[in-house]
């Protein structure tokens, strides 16, 4: 087996893939001591990045407390984790006990260069695993743009329920114009413009509010 030694994880909900850019300070970055890598084709990547899938119980046990994380004062073991390399891009997944994916991380970019050398003198590793053909809910958002789809979302929600339609109303009519529409499907609409990847309205939305927050308008 084939390990990659000192190198930093940030490992996050698999339905999430951070690059290493997009890292925050308060992200709890883990210093791998030692982890198994492997070399797989395209298609194993492509699953496992895009799909649900479930890792063979040989491959877990292949892989069973073989990645360690360094420690204050003494090194902990990670039961279910891996480097899958295609000789292009390399991430780091951490399995739960039913052999799915939990946790993934990317590598910091001189960290990804030497694997992706192994990678080129390894032949592809035949990975066992099912797929359920079910595609994961991966959002096209950046970070940033997350945790501010988060901000307004709770915002919409929070302005609804408290019934301040004098807000709502106002942050309609900035996205859509004035029209005679009820509440509720200007409040509908308003999230699924922000849930539906919709970049301009997220931004315009964000803006307003943060102004509102800053300088106590929009009450």
């Known amino acids: 087996m084939i390990y990659i030694y000192d190198i930093l994880l940030n490992f996050i909900d698999g339905k999430?893939?951070?690059?290493?850019?997009?890292?925050?300070?308060?992200?709890?970055?883990?210093?791998i001591k030692r982890i198994p890598m492997f070399?797989?084709?395209?298609?194993?990547?492509?699953?496992?990045?895009?799909?649900?899938v479930t890792f063979s119980h040989k491959f877990m046990?292949?892989?069973e407390n073989k990645t360690i994380v360094f420690g204050n004062s003494f090194d902990n073991l990670i039961k279910y984790a891996f480097l899958f390399s295609n000789g292009k891009r390399c991430y780091a997944f951490e399995l739960n006990e039913e052999g799915k994916v939990i946790y993934s991380s990317s590598l910091l970019l001189d960290e990804e260069?030497?694997?992706l050398e192994i990678c080129d003198t390894l032949q592809k590793l035949d990975v066992e695993y099912?797929?359920?053909?079910?595609d994961l809910d991966k959002s096209l958002l950046t970070r940033r743009e997350e945790k501010k789809k988060n901000f307004v979302e709770k915002d919409l929600i929070y302005t609804y329920k408290n019934k301040n339609y004098t807000k709502l109303k106002y942050l309609y009519s900035e996205c859509f114009g004035n029209d005679d529409t009820s509440y509720k499907e200007k409040f509908n609409r308003l999230v699924y413009s922000i849930?539906?990847?919709?970049?301009?309205?997220?931004?315009?939305?964000?803006?307003?509010?943060?102004?509102?927050?800053?300088?106590?308008?929009?009450?």
């Open 16 to 31: 999430r893939m951070y690059e290493f850019f997009e890292w925050n300070s308060e992200d709890v970055v883990e210093h």
């Open 113 to 115: 260069e030497e694997v």
């Open 195 to 219: 849930n539906n990847q919709d970049s301009f309205y997220l931004k315009r939305l964000n803006f307003i509010l943060r102004l509102a927050h800053n300088n106590k308008i929009c009450k």
């Open 39 to 52: 070399c797989v084709s395209d298609r194993v990547m492509e699953d496992i990045l895009n799909n649900n």
């Open 61 to 63: 046990s292949d892989i």
């Open 130 to 134: 099912q797929t359920d053909n079910k």
